[in-house]
């Protein structure tokens, strides 16, 4: 399975990029896949349209769009885009605007990207290596950072404690807990690996699986599930599911998405 420097090469990472609105930006992005064969124009009006279907839900932290559309023959290879805007721009979100980096993604499947984007996740949720990519001043620097050279020792911040193992799931059921987003493969599965860096920490992963899904899969999986996690716009999306739907506002955030799973189980 390929890695995240892998599936993000030099070429594919532009700094200073001038864009006058988010269609830009994500135009921006797109011509980066189509230039390092990845994608087409058409991709690039897909992952357009996915924001004016779904709404901003692709920013997913502060500053941060994860720019993506469905699989389709559009899509030449997995591969990824990094730009960082010259001048950040509004994308519409609630609480994550303005956002001045576009990562996008574009991918033949739902699964051979799935490393990459848990790296990914994991890097972003790391201040210093978050804070090493926001300082590089050009595409190598940036790829280094992504491939391990470039990264600086991770600055161990307090954690809050796991709760006690009796507080875990009990009996023999393992539970389930969906990450949902309007296509299944991009922001979910971003939010699936937060979620997961969370449980392990915990302690608990074996009490608890995480599926990352789409809206309209969803619905249907909805009652295997003690709760979904997912965007405020996505959240509106579904509607009444029969589980709780919590919102998570920065997808990179460990404390959040820990906060959000002590309200689920109460803990």
């Given amino acids: 399975m390929a890695t995240l420097s892998e599936l993000l090469p030099v070429d594919a990472i ?9 269609r830009e930006a994500v135009r ?13 124009d058409a991709y690039t009006a897909e992952m357009i349209g ?24 559009a899509v030449l290879r997995t591969g990824l885009s990094w730009v960082r805007l010259a001048e950040p ?23 051979a990207h799935t490393a990459a984007m848990a790296g990914l996740a994991k890097l972003l ?56 987003c309007g296509n299944g493969l991009g922001t979910s599965l971003f939010l699936k690996n937060t979620l997961e860096q969370v449980l392990d920490r915990w302690g608990w992963s074996k009490h608890v699986t995480v599926e990352a899904t789409d809206t309209v899969s969803a619905k249907g999986k909805a009652s295997e599930a003690v709760a979904i996690l997912t965007s405020g716009e996505i959240a509106r999306t579904l509607g009444d599911v029969g589980v709780p739907v919590k919102v998570v506002e920065n997808f990179t955030s460990l404390s959040e998405v820990d906060s959000t799973l002590r309200d689920t189980y109460d803990v």
């Fill in 125 to 180: 949720a790391d201040p210093a290596a978050e804070r090493a990519l926001g300082e590089a001043s050009t595409p190598e620097a940036v790829h280094a950072v992504l491939a391990g050279g470039g990264r600086p020792e991770p600055v161990a911040a307090p954690e809050p404690a796991a709760p006690e193992p009796a507080a875990a799931p009990g009996g023999d059921a393992v539970h389930k807990i969906l990450t949902v």
């Fill in 14 to 22: 532009r700094l200073g990029v001038a864009a006058g609105d988010w």
């Fill in 89 to 111: 721009v509004e994308f519409g979100h609630e609480s994550n605007d303005p956002v001045s980096l576009v990562v996008a993604l574009a991918a033949t499947d739902s699964s």
């Fill in 28 to 40: 921006a992005a797109g011509d980066l896949l189509t230039a390092t064969g990845t994608g087409t």
């Fill in 50 to 73: 996915n924001v004016e279907e779904n709404g901003p839900y692709i920013v997913i932290a502060p500053g941060l769009a994860f720019a993506h559309a469905r699989p389709s023959p």
